[in-house]
C-alpha cells in the first residue's frame, strides 16, 4: 500500500504568490526524501531531497521542510510562475536499501 | 543522447498481444529503473537494475512482465498477453547512484494504450 500520501490533490494559486505542498509519509523508518516536479508529457525532473539528519533544506526558490515528529514533508515554493504549474511528487526512501516509493502527487495550478 | 530516450512514445495494442518497451539511459549510468504510472496516479516502481542485472524485481506484478538489460546500457521491458489493466505510461529513469540517490533521470516515458 502507500507509504507516501498527500493532504491535497490540487492546489490553485495566483501568481507571485508562494505555494506549500504538503506530503504525509507512514514509514518512520524512512530516512530520504524527494520532491520531483512533473509537467504535462514529461517525465519527472528532481526538484530537491533532504536527508532525515536536517529538517530544511533550501534551492532556487524552493524549500524543503521535514517533520519528523508528526512524519510530514512540505514543498514552499516561492513567488511561484506559470511555469511552476505541474503536478509535484513526494518519494521516499529507507535506509537506501529500498526503491523511491511515490505518492500520488499535487497538481499545482498557477493562476496568471 | 543528452538524456534518456525512450521508444516508442506511444503504444496500442490488442488485448493479449506482446510489447516491447525500450530505454536507452545516459551514458555511463550504472543504474536503471523501470516505473509505471497509471491516469492520476504516482509512480509505481517495477524493477531496479544494476548494471546488467537486476538485484530488485519485486514490483514487476505477474510474470506476464520481464525485463533485460544488455552491455550495461539499452533496458527493455517486455508484457505479454497484455491486459487491460496494463495501459499506463511506463518510464524509464537512470543514475550514477543506488537505491539513495534520489536524482533520477527520467525519460519522457512510453504510454501504453491495451484495447
Known amino acids: 500500500g502507500e507509504s507516501v500520501g498527500l493532504h491535497l490533490p490540487t492546489l490553485s494559486v495566483q501568481e507571485g504568490d508562494n505555494s506549500i505542498i504538503n506530503c504525509a509519509y507512514s514509514?518512520?523508518?524512512?530516512?530520504?526524501f524527494i520532491w520531483y516536479k512533473q509537467e504535462s508529457g514529461k517525465g519527472p525532473q528532481f526538484i530537491i531531497d533532504i536527508r532525515s539528519n536536517m529538517d530544511k533544506r533550501q534551492g532556487q526558490r524552493v524549500t524543503v521542510l521535514l517533520n519528523k515528529t508528526v512524519k510530514h514533508l512540505s514543498l514552499q515554493i516561492a513567488a511561484t510562475q506559470p511555469g511552476d504549474s505541474a503536478v509535484y511528487f513526494c518519494a521516499e526512501n529507507y535506509s537506501g536499501n529500498t526503491p523511491l516509493v511515490f505518492g500520488k502527487g499535487t497538481r499545482l495550478s498557477v493562476i496568471a | 543522447g543528452a538524456g534518456v530516450s525512450q521508444s516508442p512514445s506511444n503504444k496500442v495494442t490488442e488485448k493479449g498481444k506482446d510489447v516491447e518497451l525500450r530505454c536507452d539511459p545516459i551514458?555511463?549510468?550504472?543504474?536503471l529503473y523501470w516505473y509505471r504510472q497509471s491516469l492520476g496516479q504516482g509512480l509505481e516502481f517495477l524493477i531496479y537494475?544494476?548494471?546488467?542485472?537486476?538485484?530488485?524485481k519485486s514490483g514487476l506484478p505477474s510474470d506476464r512482465f520481464s525485463a533485460e538489460r544488455t552491455g550495461g546500457s539499452v533496458s527493455t521491458l517486455t508484457i505479454q498477453r497484455t491486459q487491460q489493466e496494463d495501459s499506463a505510461v511506463y518510464l524509464c529513469?537512470?543514475?550514477?547512484?543506488?537505491?539513495?540517490?534520489?536524482?533520477?533521470?527520467f525519460g519522457e516515458g512510453s504510454r501504453l494504450t491495451v484495447l
Open positions: 551514458s555511463g549510468h550504472t543504474a
Open positions: 514509514n518512520s523508518a524512512s530516512d530520504y
Open positions: 537494475f544494476q548494471g546488467n542485472s537486476a538485484p530488485d
Open positions: 529513469a537512470s543514475t550514477t547512484g543506488g537505491y539513495n540517490t534520489g536524482e533520477l533521470f
